[in-house]
Every structure is written in structure tokens, then in C-alpha cells.
């Protein structure tokens, strides 16, 4: 039995004895000091918040930004989890917060960077709070309360949130490496990803390795929803109970949805996943159960996902609402209006590449899929029948004030 | 005779570049409002504001180059650019300055929009609906020749449409929801109209 001094190289994200400080340096140790950027570019850590953008790029660029323009760059935590699916952000936040600070600590020395902000949603920041009360980070954290909006974790509409302006996506050019918060070069990444640099800088192999994953599925009819530390490159089959599953969907509401049968065999990583027109997006896996509509699950989705849509541009504020309304007629056990199938395929094709952010783009990936999976479903619509047995909701959706 | 040549050109130009300006105007406030123009992308309704714009600035330094040289009116180089200090008129000649360097402002900073903060390019396009008047006002009142007749109809035509332009402009920024709710109408309406049938109406985002 060797004793905790030297940190866990095995340890996973979410399996630390507790969330205080004091379990942290016993399990984990002091945080050492080292090259970043190296050991980074060595981990080939790629960013946990959905874009899977490499990391080791990302400081790169806004090192350089920094030294280009002469002013400390800010470094922002992003723990704003706006996918409805998701809830590996808020877990690892109540699980590990000492991670992700470690891990901004880690990024803000690196870069000189001279304020660093953790933004999550307003009920964790309490507890968030007393967490950095007992710690001495050299820079300082201040905590920023995100509102609960599918594109508020978007990264320039996060540093437009903490500038106090309305939290807006905008243009990607100047992109926020080079201009965010404050009109300084800024860093965001998400809490994920700071959770595993502090791993990475500790000597661990698996931390780049593996991710968080929330699991959505009902096991014997019962709604199960959890979040585990996966290894990449698990087949998507051992991670799911797929015996009473029709079909998956892979990295959330910006997702894709794919067979049961071809998921199972699917590995997750960016380079199994790709083929099939998926990636690991948000981290989100749900196993639809067999007894309900994919149609009518992803309708009720794309409604929510068409109503979050900034409103900034003309082809996401007309063409999403067209989308979800089109959808809502197919997932009805009914004939649809003639030609309606070739207009939302139509008004899909419009929509790519034309918006500031790529919510549109995504939206529109995770209707194609729709269509592609559930073509089956769409024909007995058509002849009046519907396999929707259960009027349980499987996908959540937050209710909309009215 | 040179002088003839000279007040005929300073005339035709100062006019049709108040016709310019109020289509440009115009055209502006259908860029705003993201209207159509029958047979014409929207993109291409932006480039005929840009380029009427730009024309009607080209004849704008005609006009003030003819007023400089032809020495029948005081009106130096000095006096183009600095307002009210013509020999000739100086009010009515000071507004036409004013005019000319708030469209040299709002040209200079159009085509350094992409390297200035858009909010300033915007406080200055804005300044336009300042510019338009005063060149209307200084068109009646340095005109020499405007008794009646065609002239009047034209100029009191161009008042109309920038007028009308304008306030439409203005009605229709006020009926245009904040962006936090316009996505949450958009789906509503949308989808009603789906579910009845009836035609769906274009949503505007500003």
C-alpha cells in the first residue's frame, strides 16, 4: 500500500475522494511547474467544449496575440453549458472545481495573462466561491454567472456577456484570440479542457486521453442519466446499454444521430466518429429507446434550438423556424403537405456557412441525420401509424417562457 | 462664354448630385430595413447604395470645383472646406461646406469600414440624415435659378423621398423586435402559419 504523496497518474476526472481543497492536494499534489506549450502540443489535447479545436493552437495563437499588440491577455474557463443534453460541465464543477482552477492557473501563468474568469451557471457559484477562498492563485479568479441560453457558451458571445454587453455571437473576425474580453487576447476553453491540462501537467498519460461523456438512455423503462470518464477510442457499445435502443445521438443537440446497431461498433474518437458524419461534439450520448418517435424527439429539439437562435442572421432567424415548423408537421402520423420533405432539404442546403456562429450549421447536421435515420419512420407517418408508444419526453428540452 | 460654361456646369452638377444623394439615401434606408428592390439580390441593393454614393461624391467635386474657379462668385479653395466664410452668399455656401465635409467624413470612414470599430462608422453614417438637409437647404437657397417649373417639382420630389424614406426607415426599426426575442416570435409565427397553411412571413434581424 504505497501512501497518496505522489499523484494518481490513473486518476480519472471525476473519481477524486472530494471537491475540497484538501483532498485535492492530497490526491493530486502541488501543481508543478512546467513548459505548457510543449507538454501540450506533446498531449495533443484537443478542446473538450464541443469544436474539438486543438489546444496547443489555441495558446499558441494567443500568446502570439499577446506579444503582437503588448497587453496581457485574459483567459476565461468556460463552464457555460448551454446544451439542454449535457451536464458534464456543471459534474465536474461540483466534483473537481480544483482542476479547473489548477488548470487556469496553469494558462494564466503561462501567458502572463493578468485575469482570468470562470463562467458556469449562477447556482454553482456559491459553492465556487468558497472553493477559491482557499486557494492563492497569483491570479486572481472572478467568477461570471452565465444565463442559461443554448448559445451563451458560444466564445465571443461569453466574452461579450462578461463585457456587459448583451451575449451575442459575433463575427470570427477579429476572432477572440486576438480580441475578446476587453478587447484583449483571450483564451477561452472549457472547464474540461483545464480540468485535463492540470492532469497533463502532473505527469498524467490518460488525461488527454480520455473524456467526460454524459450518458443519457432508460434502462428497463427507467429514465438514466449520468456522466463517466471515458477513454477515447471506446466503442460507443460499451459506454451505452443499447439492447432496447433504436437509434443514438452522438455529441448532443449540435450532433448527429446514427444507428444503434452501427453505433455500437462506432469508437469515440474524432477519427472513427468522422466517417459516419459524427463527432464528440458536447460529449453528449443518448441511446433513444425503441418505443419512441425520433422524429418527434428531434422536432420538439430543433424547435427549442430554432427559438435560441440569436436573431442577428436573416438565414438562422428565417430558416431554423421553417425547419422546426416543416419538422413538427413530419413527426406527425399524417400525410404531409406535398413537396414539404424537398423544401426542408432545400431550405437545409441554405443555411451552412451563412451565419456568424455555427448554429445553424449544426442544426441543420443534426436534421440531415434525422432524415437520414429515421426514413423508415417518416414512411409509416406517411401511411398514418407512428412506433411512439411512450409520452414521456426522452430529449429534454427547457420550457420557453411565454 | 467660359464663365456660361462654368455656372451651367456648377448648376447641373449641384443638382444631379442632390438627386444622387437622395437616392442614395433611399437605397440606404432600403439596405437598413433588408427590403428588395423587384429583380435585384439584396446584396446587390447594397452595392447600388455604395456606388450611387461614390458618384454622387464625384459630382460633388465638380460642383465645388467649378464654384472655386469661376471668378464671377467669391468662393475659395479655403471656403470649400471651412464654412460660412465664402464672399459669395456665405450662409447659404457655408451649409453647402458643412454638407461637403460630413460626406467626406462619411465616404472616408465607409471605405475604412472594415478597419474601424463598427460603431464608430455607424455614428457616422448616421450623420448622413444631417448631411441630406443641409444640402437640400443650400441647393435652395445659393441656387440662383429656381422660380419654378421643372426644377422646383424635381427638388421638391427629392424632399419627398428622402422624407418618406426616412421615416419608413425609422417605423420599421421600431417594429423590429430585440434580438433576444425576435428567434422565439419567429418560431411561433412560423409555425402557425405551418400548421394553417397560410404563407410565412420574412422576419427582419435589425
Redesign the interface.
Known amino acids: 500500500m504505497t501512501a497518496m504523496t505522489a499523484p494518481s497518474l490513473t486518476r480519472g476526472l471525476l473519481d477524486g475522494p472530494g471537491p475540497s481543497f484538501g483532498d485535492h492536494v492530497v490526491v493530486d499534489g502541488p501543481l508543478p511547474v512546467v513548459d505548457l506549450h510543449t507538454l501540450v502540443q506533446e498531449a495533443a489535447l484537443m478542446g473538450r467544449g464541443g469544436a474539438g479545436f486543438p489546444t496547443a493552437t489555441k495558446l499558441r495563437s494567443v500568446a502570439a496575440a499577446a506579444a503582437s499588440t503588448r497587453r496581457a491577455p485574459v483567459v476565461v474557463a468556460n463552464g457555460s453549458e448551454g446544451e439542454p443534453a449535457a451536464a458534464k460541465d456543471a459534474t465536474l464543477l461540483l466534483l473537481a472545481p480544483h482542476l479547473v482552477f489548477d488548470g487556469l492557473a496553469l494558462v494564466a501563468g503561462s501567458l502572463g495573462a493578468t485575469t482570468a474568469y470562470l463562467a458556469a451557471d449562477p447556482a454553482l457559484l456559491p459553492a465556487l466561491s468558497a472553493h477559491l477562498a482557499d486557494r492563492s492563485d497569483p491570479v486572481g479568479v472572478r467568477l461570471h454567472p452565465v444565463a442559461y441560453a443554448f448559445l451563451s457558451g458560444e466564445e465571443s458571445a461569453l466574452c461579450a456577456a462578461i463585457d456587459g454587453k448583451p451575449a451575442l455571437p459575433r463575427t470570427k473576425f477579429p476572432p477572440v484570440r486576438e480580441r475578446g474580453v476587453g478587447g484583449r487576447p483571450t483564451l477561452v476553453l472549457n472547464v474540461e479542457t483545464l480540468a485535463r491540462l492540470a492532469l497533463v501537467a502532473r505527469g498524467s498519460t490518460l488525461a488527454a486521453a480520455s473524456m467526460l461523456v454524459t450518458r443519457r438512455m432508460e434502462i428497463g423503462g427507467t429514465p438514466w442519466v449520468d456522466v463517466v470518464d471515458v477513454p477515447l477510442g471506446t466503442p460507443v457499445g460499451d459506454v451505452l446499454r443499447l439492447d432496447d435502443a433504436q437509434a443514438v445521438l452522438i455529441g448532443g443537440y449540435a450532433g448527429t444521430w446514427v444507428e444503434a446497431a452501427e453505433a455500437a461498433q462506432l469508437r469515440l474518437d474524432r477519427d472513427s466518429l468522422a466517417p459516419a458524419g459524427a463527432a464528440l461534439g458536447a460529449g453528449v450520448l443518448a441511446a433513444l429507446p425503441a418505443d419512441r418517435c425520433g422524429l418527434a424527439e428531434t422536432a420538439r429539439v430543433v424547435g427549442h434550438l430554432a427559438g435560441e437562435s440569436a436573431g442577428q442572421c436573416g438565414p438562422c432567424l428565417n430558416g431554423l423556424p421553417r425547419i422546426a415548423a416543416a419538422l413538427e408537421l413530419l413527426a406527425r402520423p399524417l400525410t404531409p403537405p406535398s413537396g414539404l420533405l424537398r423544401d426542408v432539404k432545400r431550405w437545409s442546403g441554405l443555411l451552412p456557412g451563412r451565419g456568424a456562429c455555427s448554429h445553424p450549421d449544426a442544426t441543420v447536421r443534426l436534421v440531415a441525420s434525422t432524415l437520414r435515420v429515421f426514413s423508415d419512420e417518416l414512411a409509416r407517418h406517411r401511411a398514418g401509424r407512428c412506433r411512439g408508444r411512450s409520452a414521456r419526453p426522452f430529449l429534454p428540452v427547457p420550457g420557453r417562457p411565454q | 462664354m467660359t464663365g456660361v460654361v462654368l455656372w451651367y456646369l456648377n448648376r447641373a452638377t449641384g443638382i444631379t448630385s442632390l438627386v444622387l444623394m437622395t437616392l442614395t439615401v433611399v437605397l440606404g434606408t432600403v439596405v437598413r430595413r433588408?427590403g428588395r428592390i423587384p429583380g435585384l439580390p439584396r446584396f446587390a441593393v447594397q452595392g447600388l447604395h455604395r456606388n450611387v454614393g461614390l458618384l454622387s461624391a464625384l459630382l460633388l467635386v465638380t460642383h465645388v470645383g467649378t464654384a472655386i474657379v469661376d471668378s464671377y462668385v467669391d468662393i475659395g479653395v479655403s471656403s470649400s472646406f471651412v464654412p460660412f466664410v465664402a464672399g459669395y452668399r456665405p450662409f447659404a455656401v457655408g451649409l453647402g461646406t458643412l454638407a461637403v465635409d460630413l460626406l467626406l467624413l462619411v465616404l472616408v470612414t465607409s471605405l475604412l469600414r472594415n478597419h474601424l470599430p463598427l460603431r464608430l462608422w455607424k455614428a457616422v453614417h448616421l450623420t448622413s440624415y444631417l448631411l441630406w438637409p443641409l444640402a437640400f437647404v443650400h441647393g435652395i437657397t445659393a441656387g440662383t435659378d429656381l422660380g419654378g417649373g421643372w426644377l422646383l417639382v424635381l427638388v421638391i420630389g427629392c424632399a419627398a423621398a428622402a422624407t418618406w424614406a426616412s421615416l419608413a426607415a425609422l417605423a420599421a426599426r421600431r417594429n423590429t423586435p430585440p434580438?433576444?426575442?425576435?428567434?422565439?416570435a419567429?418560431?411561433t409565427?412560423?409555425?402557425d402559419?405551418?400548421?394553417t397553411?397560410t404563407p410565412?412571413r420574412?422576419?427582419?434581424?435589425?
Not at chain 2, 434580438?179 to 422565439?184: D, I, K, L
Open positions: 433588408h434580438s433576444a426575442e425576435r428567434a422565439a419567429a418560431v409565427v412560423t409555425s402559419a405551418f400548421s397553411g410565412v420574412v422576419f427582419r434581424n435589425g
